[in-house]
Structure formats: C-alpha cells, structure tokens
C-alpha cells in the first residue's frame, strides 16, 4: 500500500475503528542512547530526540502504525489521519518522523513524509522517566502488549560503543562544483530571478562497519550545546545530527518559530569572537538574508488568520563552531495544530530560498544528489496536535559502509564562492567529530 494510501484509508475509516491503547511499563534506569544502538542492532525503526537544553530525551521503538505520505498534500494527509485515530485510551501517544525537504520522495531517499506510533515509548523529562507500552485495538477486541513488551525486554539487552575508522572521499572536482554552483546562482541572482538560494553541499565518509548510534549520539549531546539532537533509523540507515534551528513548536495554544539565517565562524578567543559577532550583526549581506527569512515566517503565519510578533531586530545565537543571526517569532493559535503550520511554513528561506518556487526549481536543477531529510523537519505530533518539528540540519545519513554529510549555505548577491564552501566546512564539523567518537 503506498502512502498516500495509508493515510486515506485510516482517515476514511470510523473513528472508532482504529483504537491506540497504552499503559506503563516498569523499566527504571534506561538510557535512551543505549536503547537507540540496540534497535538499530535489532533492525527495530526508532526516533530518538532530545531538546535543546537536555531537559527531555524521547525514544520510540517499534512500530504500532507507520502513516506515510508524498505529494504537495503530504502534510494535510498526515495530519487528517493522525486525527481519525481514536487515543482515547493512550492520550500520551505521540506520531514520531519527519518530513523530507522536497514534496516528492527522491532516489535512494525515504518517502516525502514517514511517521509512526512506536510500541514502546521512553519519555525522560529532568529526572523523572516514564516508559509506556502502546498497542492497537481494533473493534471491542482485547488489548495485546506482549509483542511491545518483549521488545522492551530485548531492548535492555547491552551492545557495546566502539570507535570506527574513517576514510573521507570527496569525489574529485567536488570543492570546484559546488563553488561553480555557487557562482551559477548569484549570476541567477543578479539577473532579478531570485533573491535567494540555499544550496547544499555533501561529503562522503567510509566505514568499515557501521559506527556505534550511542557514542555518536553521547558526543553530539555533550559538545552541540543549544541544539536538539535526533536520531531516526529504519532498520538499515539511520538520519541523525544535532539541529540549531526550531521550524515550529506548537504548546497551550502557542506557536513559535525560530528564524536562523547569516552565519559566521566562531572567533579562536573571547575578542576575535565577539568582533567577529559584531561584523555579523552589521553585515549587509546577512541581514539582508536574514529579513527574507524574517518576512517569509511572518507572512505564512499571517497567511493562516494568526498575528505574528517579533523582536525589531535579530540577535547572535552562538553555537560551538558557528554564530547566526537569530529572530523568534511568536504566534496566538486558533485551533492550528502543528501540521497546518508546518505546511505553511516550510521550506522557510532559511533552507530554500526566495521567492519558493523558483528556488525550489533551482535546487532539483543543479544540486545533483537527493537532500531526503536533510532541511526537512523531524519531530513528534501529540494527541492534541501539538508538537515540536525541528529543521533537519548539521546532520547525516548512516548507511551499513559509509555516511552522506550535509551542509547548506544561502547563496544571496554578493556572495563568494570560497568563503561558501568554507562556512560548508564549519557546518560539518560537528558530525565529523561525532563520527570519529569526539576526537
């Protein structure tokens, strides 16, 4: 069954039909990277994520319900379907995945939108831990955890962290197209067809056998202060990274979205570092970048009947290796759940460009290479329809003997070529250190 016809069929079904049951498990001490390892080594689909301040880690394992959807519906449809459910029984359910960034899937990629119900849930917020079973019932029939609880039971099961060679390969003339590309999209630029572009760059590593989720994981959480770490497996690859930007956070009738554009690298001591913030806030070119993004958010929102607020003027956001400019924008909901957001909204600028559609017909013309998650949005949907979407960034795609790392750069009118593929460079740091254990 394809996936549009997944989501049709549970949202044309009785409402009551389809019955999502939990209850809780007792499964003190368990440490969701470890449990992430052990469901890949299980060839289990899991999502993992945990927030920007470390306060609440999420795991999911296993699958009661996958919706999948492609197509410039793919959002509604997800959404539509996720509400025919009937959680009456299981109000902590949560729809976890991810939206890739392009409408249609692209070869060798995942479908253009892949949720599910795990069977198992671990939700850890500050010290308090909570583990729940969930399974479906159908008509007045008999809920069944056994399955969800051996999983559980196999789950707990160690594996241990190694540390795994890397080779870099980065196929030659890779530096010299993506700085052609770059040149190929100011030229665009300066004729008037586009304001904006973000173009993305790859880079290829080699392993000779798959590195360990957890250490990858641990690394990213200890060294990408103020970014969410995620991780989404399904079975055989594995998208993680440790995002700096928020695309929606719906909660108690609030929406915000965080606006993330104009980067520069940090400075090596205290005093390069903030002169190099303080030419960021003053730079032209990157507010310029950043008020197109700025604009967009605000028009999508107001484009749902909502009022949109936002500081005058953006901050720094510092991260380890980089610094942004950064706006928040805040929005009063009416009823909007997280999905209907996340349709208007992405791709915002920060990830596409300006105006959308052009820039999104540019990027499946030259790019070369399918972006599948990366700059789409991975996140959980809640019962209610609230929820977190986070744009997929500073990651990479896990496959058995090697990974793709991805980086992307917003090409504007005078932008350089090299000073591009150098800020590629900081942007994919972080993996790369990730990959080698910290080292």
């Given at each position: ?12 079904r009785?409402?009551h ?10 499964a ?75 409408d249609?899937?692209?070869?060798g ?18 010290t ?37 060679p ?5 196929p ?45 994981l641990?690394?990213l ?45 940090r ?26 993004v ?46 209907p ?44 329809g ?51 254990g910290?080292?």
């Open positions: 069954m394809n996936g549009h016809s997944v989501a049709h069929a549970i949202r044309s009785n409402a039909a389809v019955r999502l049951v939990e209850r809780p498990a007792a003190p001490q368990l440490d969701p990277f470890a449990l992430a390892e052990r469901a890949h080594a299980r060839k289990e689909p899991f999502f993992l994520w945990q927030s920007a301040d470390r306060s609440r880690t999420l795991l999911g394992v296993g699958e009661v319900l996958r919706l999948t959807s492609q197509g410039s519906g793919r959002f509604g449809e997800i959404d539509a379907a996720w509400r025919a459910l009937d959680c009456s029984e299981a109000t902590d359910a949560l729809l976890l995945g991810g939206f890739a960034f392009f249609a899937a692209q070869p990629s995942r479908r253009a939108a892949d949720f599910f119900v795990p069977q198992v849930l671990v939700d850890r917020e500050g308090i831990a909570r583990t729940l079973l969930f399974t479906r019932k159908e008509g007045a029939g008999q809920a069944e955890y056994s399955d969800a609880q051996r999983l559980l039971d196999a789950l707990r099961e160690g594996v241990p962290s190694r540390v795994v890397l080779q870099v390969f980065d030659p003339g890779a530096r010299r197209a993506f700085k052609a590309r770059v040149l190929a999209a100011t030229e665009e630029i300066a004729r008037g067809d586009l304001e904006k572009v973000v173009l993305a760059r790859t880079r290829f590593v080699r392993y000779p056998e798959f590195p360990s989720i957890a250490a990858v641990r690394t959480s200890a060294r990408e202060a103020d970014c969410r770490v995620f991780a989404y497996g399904d079975g055989r690859s594995v998208f993680l990274g440790a995002t700096p930007e928020l695309l929606c956070l719906c909660q108690d009738g609030t929406a915000r979205v965080d606006c993330l554009a104009g980067s520069a690298p400075g090596a001591d205290p005093a390069s570092d903030a002169a190099i913030g303080l030419s960021l806030l003053g730079s032209q070119k990157n507010l310029h970048e950043h008020r197109c700025v604009d967009a958010v605000r028009g999508a929102l107001e484009g749902l009947g909502l009022s949109a607020s936002a500081p005058p003027a953006p901050r720094l956001r510092r991260l380890a290796n980089v610094q942004h400019l950064y706006t928040p924008v805040r929005a009063q909901l009416d009823g909007q759940g997280i999905l957001l996340a349709q208007a909204l992405h791709p915002t600028p920060a990830v596409g460009g300006s105006p959308r559609e052009p820039a999104l017909r540019w990027i499946a013309a030259h790019e070369g290479g399918a972006r599948g998650l990366f700059a789409g949005a991975v996140g959980f949907v809640d019962a209610r609230d929820g977190e979407l986070d744009v997929g960034l500073r990651s990479a795609l896990l496959r058995p003997h090697g990974a793709r790392l991805y980086a992307g750069c917003g090409i504007v009118r005078g932008s350089d070529p090299d000073e591009e593929f150098k800020e590629s460079e900081v942007k994919m740091r972080p993996m790369m250190n990730a990959l080698r910290g080292r």
